[in-house]
């Protein structure tokens, strides 16, 4: 049986979320108009101010994203996504992007976990080597439309059941099985491996995996280090 490992996406192998990048494409190519940037704008400059967190920002570009997709053609979407993954899919921390090889080299059945839309999630995997990914699937109607119908919403948002699907679906065994995550939302995912990787985390992951013995690289400018 195989061995398993799990990544997230988004601030933990690629530099920033594939969710922003689409949005931000899809506002410059004049898909979305520029003022649903009213969902994030101030979350962001409070956050780049440090005066909040990055939850809410994020947050609010899924609201922008969610709230104006509906009629949307899936094709222009596909299309930016290409875009997207073929300009910036090198914009990726060494640290995560070495381990994938490293696993892929001893032959561990890779999975990406992210809570952006399924197309880009699908295109950033297949350039890394990824066996499996999942993103949020969003429904599309007869004539390629998007209808703003979220599909499956219950699985993509716990990791860890995502992670108990493919294990069983692809008969892989948890035993020295990895995972990597870096915000609270992990928790779950990373509880149930053999070797949890709390990467660059945020406060509250940091605090979880001080108390459970976790793992905890961070990487900044050109160090990789371990905190102890």
């Known amino acids: 049986m195989k061995k398993v ?13 594939l969710l922003i990048e689409i949005v931000e494409a899809s506002i410059d190519s004049g898909i979305f108009k520029p003022s649903i940037r009213r969902h994030y704008t101030s979350h962001y400059k409070n956050w780049l101010d440090r005066k909040d967190y990055y939850g809410k920002y994020i947050g609010g570009v899924v609201r922008a994203f969610e709230s104006n997709i509906k009629g949307v053609s899936h094709k222009d979407i596909v299309r930016i996504a290409r875009k997207i993954i073929s300009a910036k899919k090198d914009r990726t921390y060494q640290y995560t992007r070495d381990l994938v090889k490293e696993l892929q080299k001893k032959n561990y059945y890779l999975v990406a976990i992210s809570n952006s839309p399924q197309v ?3 295109d950033f995997s297949k350039e890394f080597g990824f066996d499996k990914s999942y993103g949020r699937i969003y429904e599309v109607d007869k ?17 860890a059941k995502v992670l108990q699907r493919v294990v069983e679906k692809e008969k892989l065994t948890i035993k020295n099985s ?15 491996v053999s070797d949890p990787i709390c990467f660059n985390p945020n406060r509250a992951l940091y605090a979880v995996a001080r108390k459970n013995g976790w793992k905890v690289v961070v990487e900044r400018k050109d160090m990789v280090y371990e905190i102890k």
């Open 5 to 17: 490992a799990v990544f997230d996406i988004d601030g933990t192998i690629f530099r920033s979320s």
């Open 120 to 122: 880009l999630v699908d």
């Open 143 to 159: 004539k390629g439309l998007f209808t703003g119908r979220t599909m499956h919403e219950e699985i993509i948002s716990d990791k």
């Open 178 to 192: 990895v995972a990597v995550g870096d915000t609270e939302a992990d928790i779950p995912m990373l509880k149930i």
